[in-house]
């Protein structure tokens, strides 16, 4: 069997740690031996075991004293490159010399100053062969978000909203009204499980009252974020509930009241989406959803600081209303959702 077909089960293995990994990356490793699947794992938790180590474990416990020799014999493929530092567990590099595999085959580089090409190092100094790029771009676009986050210093950048047939976005009132249906409404919480954080302005906080939560979907909830210069969001308002740590970027204060986190920002009205990005960074949050409302959206959008946009496409028309957000970039994909349309579009940079 092909170098493709191990490295493809790896990033198959990776994705199942989805939503519990970062900011670390999802990493999926097999093992093999005459072409046979020996061990497999990945990395199920942040600050817990790597991949590697999960199969390497699952050989020891499988094959008992004859897992030694196998090793020694075997081709170990990794999605991302191994880990050549000590941070919270021991280098899964100094790992795979210590067992003296025969041949390691690696998808990516691991792009993070202390490991990038140093475990491949640490390797081929041990006399190990490696081989690394199989794949290359799939495990790109697994780990968009980390590559993203170490390579640019800033989050991935989802926006998110829907529109009716006739192009609005929200109610000039005010008020709260539903476009698309409650099976979009699902699988929005299921993203929200998926990514770090969820970000609204202050006018969604307080037109919509929403929870930002996932309790439509089984995982943890986000990060939920609002940007609020002025703090006039109502202190009842439901985001700033116990469940989720909220934070709130504003021009006032900066302070910690149990999971409320404010946090102080000068001059927001000037270049806000390049602020918000590099304070999230800061942050540890690798992935965000802006949900709204539409200047918050626009402004990431007139800034071009933004990675997909899923818009929803009811079959609905409204008199009246304010109008969608415009976006320009590459239809990736178009799945009916109930009653609705979700496109898909990526930001094509040059």
């Given at each position: 069997?092909?170098?493709?077909?191990?490295?493809k089960?790896?990033l198959?293995?990776a994705?199942?740690?989805?939503?519990?990994?970062s900011?670390?990356?999802?990493?999926?490793?097999?093992?093999?031996?005459?072409?046979?699947?020996?061990?497999?794992g990945?990395?199920?938790?942040y600050?817990?075991?790597?991949?590697?180590v999960?199969?390497?474990?699952?050989?020891?416990?499988?094959?008992?004293?004859?897992?030694?020799?196998?090793?020694?014999?075997?081709?170990?493929?990794?999605?991302?490159?191994?880990?050549?530092?000590?941070?919270?567990t021991p280098?899964?590099?100094?790992?795979?010399?210590?067992?003296?595999?025969k041949?390691?085959?690696?998808?990516n580089?691991?792009?993070?100053?202390?490991?990038?090409?140093?475990?491949?190092?640490?390797?081929e100094?041990?006399?190990?062969?490696?081989?690394?790029?199989?794949?290359?771009?799939?495990?790109?676009?697994?780990n968009?978000?980390?590559?993203?986050?170490?390579?640019?210093?800033?989050?991935?950048?989802?926006?998110?909203?829907?529109?009716?047939?006739?192009?609005?976005?929200?109610?000039k009132?005010?008020?709260?009204?539903?476009?698309?249906g409650?099976?979009?409404?699902?699988?929005?919480?299921?993203?929200?499980?998926?990514?770090?954080?969820?970000?609204?302005g202050?006018?969604?906080?307080?037109?919509?009252?929403?929870?930002l939560?996932?309790?439509?979907?089984?995982?943890?909830?986000?990060?939920?974020?609002?940007?609020?210069?002025?703090?006039?969001?109502?202190?009842?308002?439901?985001?700033?509930?116990?469940?989720?740590?909220?934070?709130?970027?504003?021009?006032?204060?900066?302070?910690?009241?149990?999971?409320?986190?404010?946090?102080?920002?000068e001059?927001?009205?000037?270049?806000?989406?390049?602020?918000?990005?590099?304070?999230?960074?800061l942050?540890?949050?690798?992935?965000?959803?802006?949900?709204?409302g539409?200047?918050?959206?626009?402004?990431?959008?007139?800034?071009?600081?933004?990675?997909?946009?899923?818009?929803f496409n009811s079959k609905?028309?409204?008199e009246?209303?304010?109008?969608?957000?415009?976006?320009n970039?590459?239809?990736?994909?178009?799945?009916?959702?109930?009653?609705?349309?979700?496109?898909?579009?990526?930001?094509?940079?040059?």
């Open positions: 069997m092909s170098d493709e077909v191990f490295i089960r790896c198959e293995l994705e199942l740690g989805k939503g519990s990994v900011p670390n990356p999802m990493v999926g490793c097999v093992i093999v031996s005459e072409g046979k699947i020996i061990g497999e990945y990395h199920q938790q600050g817990k075991a790597h991949a590697e999960n199969a390497v474990n699952a050989v020891l416990l499988t094959y008992g004293d004859a897992a030694s020799a196998l090793l020694k014999v075997s081709t170990v493929y990794v999605s991302l490159e191994p880990c050549a530092h000590f941070g919270k280098p899964c590099a100094d790992l795979l010399v210590r067992h003296q595999v041949k390691v085959v690696i998808c580089r691991d792009p993070f100053p202390d490991v990038d090409g140093k475990g491949i190092g640490k390797l100094a041990a006399g190990i062969e490696v081989v690394y790029g199989v794949l290359h771009e799939e495990g790109l676009q697994l968009r978000r980390f590559f993203t986050r170490i390579r640019e210093q800033r989050p991935y950048i989802i926006l998110k909203w829907a529109r009716t047939a006739n192009g609005y976005f929200a109610p009132n005010s008020t709260q009204q539903w476009i698309s409650p099976l979009a409404k699902k699988l929005v919480h299921k993203w929200r499980t998926e990514e770090d954080a969820v970000l609204v202050k006018q969604t906080a307080i037109a919509d009252n929403p929870q939560n996932a309790r439509e979907w089984t995982g943890s909830n986000p990060v939920r974020i609002i940007v609020d210069r002025t703090l006039q969001v109502p202190e009842d308002n439901h985001v700033f509930t116990a469940g989720a740590r909220t934070v709130i970027l504003n021009e006032v204060k900066t302070d910690v009241i149990n999971n409320l986190h404010y946090i102080s920002m001059d927001m009205q000037y270049y806000l989406p390049q602020k918000i990005a590099y304070q999230l960074y942050m540890d949050i690798q992935s965000i959803i802006i949900e709204g539409a200047n918050i959206l626009n402004q990431f959008i007139s800034a071009g600081l933004w990675d997909e946009a899923r818009v609905s028309n409204w009246t209303g304010i109008y969608s957000p415009q976006i970039g590459k239809i990736t994909s178009v799945t009916e959702v109930d009653q609705d349309y979700l496109t898909i579009y990526e930001n094509i940079r040059n």
